[in-house]
């Protein structure tokens, strides 16, 4: 087994953005901003330092257009 097939995946805390629609309240955040504002919230929730997070996975479900 390689390096990465032996380590732990640890989900401490999970946290979603407001849901917008076209043209509406959040059309003028662009999603890297977006983004930037769900992980910080993320990290103050959590209380973890966000030099221990290795990797973050993002998902849209609802894209427009």
Same mark, same amino acid.
């Given at each position: 087994?390689?390096?990465?097939?032996?380590?732990?995946?640890?989900?401490?805390?999970? &946290?979603? @953005?407001?849901?917008?629609? %076209?043209? =509406?309240?959040?059309?003028?955040?662009?999603? /890297?901003?977006?983004? !930037?504002? &769900?992980? @910080?919230?993320?990290?103050? %929730?959590? =209380?973890?330092?966000?030099?221990?997070?290795? /990797?973050?996975?993002? !998902?849209? &479900?609802?894209?427009?257009?």
């Amino acid at each position: 087994m390689s390096e990465m097939e032996k380590r732990d995946v640890v989900v401490v805390e999970a &946290v979603r @953005s407001a849901i917008g629609k %076209r043209d =509406g309240a959040l059309s003028t955040i662009r999603p /890297d901003e977006l983004a !930037g504002i &769900v992980l @910080s919230k993320l990290m103050s %929730r959590a =209380g973890v330092s966000p030099a221990l997070v290795e /990797d973050v996975v993002f !998902g849209c &479900v609802t894209q427009v257009s």
